[in-house]
Nanobody
Framework: QVQLVESGGGLVQPGGSLRLSCAAS????????MSWYRQTPGKQREWVAQ???????NYADSVKGRFTISRDNAKNAIYLQMNSLKPEDTAVYYC?????????WGQGTQVTVSS
């Protein structure tokens, strides 16, 4: 059973940067899609970015050019580098893994962008 644990959230000023990590316990087998989502109170969970087993990436328009998703296969981890953060990026960020027959979510990490 694969489990995902996010870390790296916190409080940052507008214009600042944070790097989120998602560590997987257990083997992530190809093919897979690893994604970051975010959610604010009262709103639906919003897709942010994804990386697939081939290495290709996709981003929501709201974060394109500011966020970068990457992976470290040796560490069984993915990352979300967030630059030029805005107050509207404030949310709980979740890591999701999709493999054949299995979808797994992490517990989330809070990101707050505020002066």
């Amino acid at each position: 059973q694969v489990q995902l644990v996010e870390s790296g959230g916190g409080l940052v000023q507008p214009g600042g940067s944070l790097r989120l990590s998602c560590a997987a316990s257990g083997s992530i087998s190809s093919p897979y899609i690893m994604s970051w989502y975010r959610q604010t109170p009262g709103k639906q969970r919003e897709w942010v970015a994804q990386i697939v087993s081939s290495g290709s990436t996709n981003y929501a328009d709201s974060v394109k050019g500011r966020f970068t998703i990457s992976r470290d296969n040796a560490k069984n981890a993915i990352y979300l580098q967030m630059n030029s953060l805005k107050p509207e990026d404030t949310a709980v960020y979740y890591c999701q893994g999709q493999m054949v027959g299995l979808t797994v979510w992490g517990q989330g990490t809070q990101v707050t962008v505020s002066s």
